[in-house]
């Protein structure tokens, strides 16, 4: 049996400020009495300190939201609202719930449990539209998901063969592609730029921790960042193979960017990469309207990785205005698809990212077609950063961030991968799938809202559907 | 039909203070003269005698903007324009897509009062989350035949196997969901029993055991073999008349029931034989359940150990919950207990509870068209969950196929919970409802939450009645699977 691939998580505050969901704010009618002290049990409301006979202002970031101050204060005098940053920050995908559960996944890496029932909108765009299957009886191991059969969350990256040949002999002559593993099918995509040193060191070494990788753009590697070669993906231009020829030796993988020209030039450029070292090569392609296309083309020329990057909310680039943008889980169903259809979907490895926001949006977008994922803004979340998408987008790193100790910035990092390898297994467990490969392509085990949808409702009320009945 | 043992009393708020949907603005011109005092006759108003200045507004008792057609409204009536009314930025901490701020509060007046409410800014029917019950409506004709509402019946019987076992029937269509002694407070778990036995219905017992204060509501409660078999005891197996196997929960398909240790106090590890403060787990799924084979063996095994009791099988709602369905039938279960996948929860991972598993709204129609195709659907009591918030969710469910529901979150709703979702954390519930806490599990009584609950299934069967007449029923039987009298916002265009 392999050895057991286990995170270890470590609470780890920051103090720094973050958003908050409830306010609550006390009026000039109180009285002093101290009811909202014995009635919170969260502990929000205190007298003053160096004032005992005074009420302290709440400490709104405490707040559960029970009603119980609200509605038992004898003067009517508590006022609780949501708070302003709550309702600015984010957007239509990257919901403010959504940035709160990653800041607190990051403290204590563990998977976010509350009581009652779901509280969200029954459908939504992408991922949000579908949901993942269960089994009544059947299990993925015989003593549940944290139990002592192994369930893997690693998968391969390379090219592999469709079927193996045999000489008359037996003799095996096919030649068997390198591939590479990686014990969680997520990796970091290239950070945003202007991170602060500390932060950048922390998105490299949390990567190492967790066994997987980060890309990097070639050209600004510090050479601090040596020993940490086999986790690190240079990017560099295709056309500048040479230049790099030091960082390209010493990687597991390298990336380049897709252009047109690409496609008649693959096999040369792979060849001269792997002149250099024996890093597999990930070609990243942009999600444009036709990418099932380009992916084709790119995996029949040879390619071993193909890396889809749509934007950072999930949605197809380089589209005109109004041009109703495809979301990543169509995205990704649309190529591999493509690939089934012509019969070299196991030859290459799909990668996706652009706006996995979610621990639920990995196992999702393998259900949906990828092997693996990408991620780059939960891991920043995770340290405090702001995102908002309105009016554009802007990413907003908190003030003393880049005086916060390499080691905590990079353990929240690690958390969050904790809490998103945790919540990888609760999903597995419930399907009875104890191989994360095995998610792949696997819609029979997803349940899509527009299907469902039409295949329910939509053949007892759609008019003329009905008559078909 | 309401048993005779129902009586409705007015029983308010446990608390000082409502959530106000409302807000009453006095501005800085107010000269205390008192006249809002006067005019207002829902005391948002007070100036008490000997006073100089009038209090300020109490916003939930306003009653909002319809106000403002009347003549007595404070803010015409002000003699120096210094009311005004507004929307509460209170209200919209309360309450989400699915249990929006106006249901709950509808249905805490259902508890209160027992009826449904009277106000008319209230949208308690139906929630935001946009889909599934959401999108459905009622096609009432216009001229339905002439029923009398006292001829309505909203009875159901439990059993159709006919072999002889116990003829159950129930008044009105609904039961209240497995908490377990544990995850709720005695109070809580008591008040949900007696409610069950007044209104001739059922409550479960959730998986960790049967408390002997529930005895004496033996012919009412359902009692539960889950996966831990915590509790699972002889003679309480024979004591009920219903016995229900828990496969799956919909809040957390595939994943094991779990009892934090901060709720494994003394009392709930006696029940469950278990160590105080340990963290107890339901393994998922039944170990000894690899087939129907392995599944009609257990269901033998209860119909050997009780030979009245009616058997129940409570799953989740995967892709091939209509398989299920089908085998739980062939095993000999009396009752299939579908939960979907926006159930409620003490304590479930944000991932399942979103993700895991189909809406009930799909798995009920599922259910029902195979059953029916397989010829089981006459034979077979078809209970849905998961998601049924209102009585006009209770009866939609019932057009797509379900004989009736079970209902958990409403029920604590009725007892006013706010939905805060910390039912789990620290000492649990802060308002006493799902918490062993000594201190907060003593929030409220027993006579109290009957009444509660005792008023809710009240404004429940009112409206269910109300929707039955409107269609010019008698029976909520002869609703069973009429998807002819819904139609959907989108679709039924």
Redesign the interface.
Known sequence: MPKKYHLHAKATPLDLDFIFK?KIVR?E?CINCGRCTKV???EAHKRRKNDPRKMADPNTVLC?????C???????AL????ARDFLNIGGSHWKPDMMI?LWKQAEDGK?????????????GPGFDGM???????V?PT???IHGREYISTGVELGRKLNHLTFAADGRLQSKIFATIDIPLPIIFDIPAENLSANVRLALVTAAAEIGTCIFLPAAGIEPELEKYRANIIPCFPAGEIEQHRAAISRARLVAIEYNEALLGELPRVQAAIKQIGSALTIIRVPAVKNVETIVSQLAHAGAEIIHLVADYRGMEVGGKAGSNPRLLKDIIRAVHLRLVEAGIRDEVTLMASGGIA???FVP?AMLCGADLTAIDLPLLIAVGARLYENPEKLLVLPEGLDKVPVQIVKQRMVNLMVAWHS?LL??M????IREARRLRGET??A?F?EE??H????K????GEAARV | MRPATVTIKKTPSRFRHQVPKYKVTRSDACINCGTCARTCPYQVHERREGHNRVKPPIDYKCIGFECQNKEFCCVGKCPRKALSLSLNPMYETLGDPRWTADMITGTWIMAETGFPPERKDLEYNTGNSGGGFDKLRFKFPAQPAKVDPAEISTAIPLNRRNDGRADVVISTPVYGGGMSFGSVSLPTMVSKARNASIWNTFSCTGEGGYPEMLKPYDDHMITQVATGLFGVREETIQRVKIVEFKYAQGAKPGLGGHLLGEKNTESVAKMREAVKGTSLFSPFPFHSVYSIEDHKKHIDWIKQMNPTALVSVKVSTPNDVDMVAVGSYYAGAHIIHIDGGYGGTGAAPDIAKKNIAMPIEYAISKVHNFLKSEGARETMTLIASGGIRTAHDLAKAICLGADGAVIGTAELVSLECVRCGNCESGRGCARGIASTDSELADLFGEEWATQRLTNLYNAWNVQLVEILQKFGLKSIRELVGRTDLLEHVDYSK
């Open positions: 409830f009026g009618n919170c049990i969260y559960r939201n029970c009603f119980r609200i509605q038992e204060c004898p003067r009517g006022e609780k609202s949501l559960s998977v976010p449990v509350t009581g009652a029932g779901y509280r969200g909108r029954f459908t949901w993942t299957d269960m089994s009544e009886i299990r015989r003593d549940g979610m621990a639920e999702k919540q609760e999903v467990g419930a399907m009875g029979g085990r349940i809202f469902i949808d295949d329910t409702f939509g007892l009320f759609k008019k």
